[in-house]
């Protein structure tokens, strides 16, 4: 990270970033034209759930090229200045690098959805067979971390 004084490097910090954001950004790439989608998501111990339709565009591209960055922010707060080019932003952010694969076993996707469920809301849920059929999980193994903040 180039500026080194606004690295995040506390584990617990970026851990308690990713679990305040409520929508993160999946960046894929299949050849030199790259591909972001904000997508909801579920976070435990270094690992990301995404559920998804079965078809898609970002679908497609993970079967050709599994690897991903995330982004993730919270925090945002506009600071205002006299002057047009010294107006900034305070913000905590994260980008992640991680590889992408799919949750086949219906087991494991159920356990997966609840990950993502407890990350919007409490309880217990059940999920048909019919949708888990209709649906895919992704799941990112999350290889490394950086954090950044500015203006805190």
Not at 101 to 122: C, G, P
Not at 137 to 146: G, N
Request: neutral net charge; glycine residues 4%.
């Amino acid at each position: 990270m180039r500026r080194k004084d606004k690295e995040i490097t506390d584990t617990e910090v970026i851990d308690d970033i990713i679990c305040r954001s409520t929508v993160c950004r999946l960046a894929l790439s299949e050849t030199s034209q790259p591909y972001i989608v904000p997508v909801c998501f579920g976070y435990r111990n270094r690992t990301l759930y995404v559920h998804s339709a079965r078809e898609g565009k970002k679908i497609d591209i993970l079967r050709k090229n599994n690897n991903v960055c995330i982004g993730f922010d919270v925090d945002h707060e506009i600071v205002k200045a006299d002057q047009a080019c010294k107006w900034s932003m305070k913000y905590r952010s994260v980008i992640c690098y991680g590889t992408a694969s799919f949750v086949d076993d219906d087991r494991e996707k159920r356990e997966a959805l609840d990950v993502i469920m407890a990350h919007y809301s409490t309880g217990s849920f059940e999920y048909n067979d019919r949708n888990l059929a209709d649906s895919i999980v992704i799941k990112i193994e999350i290889e490394s971390m950086t954090g950044k903040q500015s203006g805190y």
